[in-house]
């Protein structure tokens, strides 16, 4: 079985219905069911490693450091959220230099 990283926005439903009620974003339902279709149909025939990547812009202070975790998008998919350091600008930096490392595994 071919093994393969993906990045993207697919995330647990908890996650994604936060994201919702926060921003009031209808056109990322698509985005989401999509995703997270794909990802299950890749699954049948790839081993998949998907790595989230944040979708907030908002600056939480009382967050700095957001640590990576892993969770179940279903039952069969796990993600691996990527951390972050959560100050404007940097955050951006941050997120590339994870992704970059999550590249490198």
Do not use: V
């Given at each position: 079985?071919?093994?393969?990283?993906?990045?993207?926005?697919a995330?647990?439903?908890?996650k994604?219905?936060s994201?919702i009620?926060?921003t009031?974003?209808?056109?990322?339902?698509?985005?989401?069911?999509?995703?997270?279709?794909?990802?299950?149909e890749?699954?049948?025939?790839?081993?998949?490693?998907?790595?989230y990547?944040?979708?907030n812009?908002?600056?939480?202070?009382?967050?700095?450091i957001?640590?990576?975790?892993?969770?179940?998008?279903d039952?069969?998919i796990?993600t691996?959220?990527?951390?972050?350091?959560?100050?404007?600008?940097?955050?951006?930096?941050?997120i590339?230099i994870?992704?970059?490392q999550?590249?490198?595994?």
């Amino acid at each position: 079985m071919m093994h393969c990283l993906l990045f993207g926005l697919a995330c647990d439903e908890d996650k994604f219905n936060s994201f919702i009620n926060r921003t009031h974003y209808p056109f990322s339902m698509a985005h989401y069911l999509f995703e997270t279709e794909l990802l299950s149909e890749l699954q049948n025939y790839y081993k998949i490693d998907h790595n989230y990547i944040i979708q907030n812009e908002e600056y939480d202070k009382k967050n700095i450091i957001i640590k990576s975790q892993e969770k179940w998008i279903d039952k069969k998919i796990k993600t691996k959220y990527l951390g972050f350091i959560n100050i404007p600008i940097i955050k951006h930096i941050s997120i590339f230099i994870s992704t970059c490392q999550r590249i490198h595994d």
